[in-house]
């Protein structure tokens, strides 16, 4: 399987500065071809860049597209990536004290949606898909309307939901 890796970069965090190198070495040590988007593409929020993000990948031929968010630091040993064929997310037990809070705004502002209990609230910093998995995606990020609340976060976890995707977590570890 063939993997393609996509970042978005902007401004000017000494953070991003710092991090994004490692990304860039991991993906040319492992000869992964990695597209670096920014925020210049009309979005409401730089992050829906995500949505040209898994365009470009099914308009290509890469089996799987994995997203990694520019401040998130890839270790020199880090390995090949473990594609699967389903959406993946990463995630750690800081994030998932938001399941609560994000249920409740979910439902407020798009009523009653099946399988959001069963769903992990999860960080969009670090995930991937297969091609048929993204499809289902992409419809549904298109199709939900964009409401912010802590960053992207909330509305992205509700569009995985929605999407029905057949989902998997990642073996690796994000965040706090």
């Known amino acids: ?3 393609e890796v ?3 970069r902007f401004g000017n965090d000494p953070i991003i500065a710092e991090r994004s190198p490692t990304l860039d070495q991991w993906c040319e ?3 992964y071809p990695l597209t670096v988007w920014d925020n210049s593409h009309g979005h409401q929020t730089p992050k829906l860049v995500q949505m040209d993000m898994l365009e470009k990948f099914l308009k ?4 799987v597209m994995l997203y990694v968010d520019a401040d998130v630091f890839v270790r020199a040993d880090a390995p090949v990536f473990p594609m699967t064929k389903a959406f993946c ?3 750690d037990r800081w994030h998932t004290m938001h399941n609560r809070f994000w249920r409740e705004w979910s439902e407020k502002n798009y009523g009653e949606i099946a399988g959001i209990s069963e769903w992990d609230y999860f960080n969009a910093g670090v995930w991937s898909c297969d091609r ?6 992409l419809a549904t ?7 912010e609340k ?8 509700t569009c995985v939901v929605k999407s029905k995707v057949k989902t998997q977590r990642l073996p690796i570890v994000t965040g706090k």
């Open 29 to 31: 040590r492992h000869q």
């Open 89 to 91: 997310a990463a995630t």
């Open 60 to 63: 290509g031929k890469s089996d």
């Open 150 to 157: 802590y960053q992207e976060q909330h509305w992205f976890n």
């Open 141 to 147: 990020m298109r199709g939900t309307e964009f409401i």
């Open 6 to 8: 996509h970042t978005l």
């Open 1 to 3: 399987m063939q993997l």
């Open 132 to 137: 048929t998995n993204a499809k289902k995606l």
